[in-house]
């Protein structure tokens, strides 16, 4: 009987599923803004907290590697990329066109359960920016919760991978910023152009969904350059 071949056949699956598990849960790291460019992941640290072994982790890091998020020293340490300022003005010009789309889509072809996860997720931002001191981290991570409930509503897996690919980059930049100036979240205006982007997608405003959701975005990335804590 071919009961061994079988056996062999499953075995690589799993290998598969445990990569794109470790895979997912580094990304989520960067996505959500917990790492800052600069910041050093210890492959071996990384393999104890999620109680896999070496492979699985190197393999996840290849990939982020190869997706432009991770990087490796001339040392051989792996690291989030210091962006230049060029690199990071390129990319907020890709996301104000592609986050803007998805923001008019979902705006067109939201229904009530994304309505109301959108409304959560919009009034949790809010209420951190106006506690007394507010979690930056834990910001950072609402206003991703927030951005990506929009873009899910758009109806496109495939989109909302593409933007997923970019936050990428873009999320450890915003954590840089928020650590330097927590301030940003009480005079920044993004709970203002949050609010704006869902009263839009409450009135079914595509195009006005997609100018909040353009500007916040836009006067971010104005904001950090502005403070020069990007690579020349």
């Not at 704006?196 to 409450?202: K, Q, R, T, Y």
Request: negative net charge.
């Amino acid at each position: 009987m071919p009961l061994a071949p079988a056996l062999n056949e499953i075995a690589p699956l799993a290998r598969q599923t445990l990569g794109d598990r470790t895979y997912a849960q580094l990304s989520e790291l960067l996505v959500s803004g917990r790492l800052a460019p600069g910041d050093k992941l210890s492959l071996r640290g990384a393999a104890e907290a999620l109680g896999v072994s070496m492979m699985p982790v190197r393999e996840a890091v290849s990939r982020l590697v190869a997706d432009g998020a991770l990087e490796v020293a001339p040392n051989r340490a792996v690291r989030v990329p210091i962006m230049t300022t060029e690199q990071f003005r390129d990319l907020a010009r890709v996301r104000i066109e592609i986050e803007g789309y998805a923001t008019e889509q979902a705006a067109l072809l939201r229904d009530a359960d994304d309505l109301a996860a959108i409304a959560r997720c919009e009034e949790a931002f809010r209420l951190e920016s106006h506690a007394e001191k507010p979690d930056a981290p834990l910001s950072v991570e609402l206003n991703k919760n927030l951005h990506f409930a929009i873009y899910s509503a758009a109806r496109s897996p495939i989109l909302v991978e593409i933007i997923r690919g970019l936050w990428l980059k873009v999320g450890p930049i915003l954590n840089l910023d928020l650590r330097a100036n927590p301030d940003r979240l009480t005079s920044g205006g993004a709970r203002e152009r949050h609010a704006a982007a869902l009263a839009a997608i409450i009135a079914k405003d595509g195009a006005a969904a997609r100018a909040a959701i353009a500007e916040d975005i836009r006067n971010a990335a104005d904001f950090i350059i502005s403070r020069g804590q990007l690579a020349d």
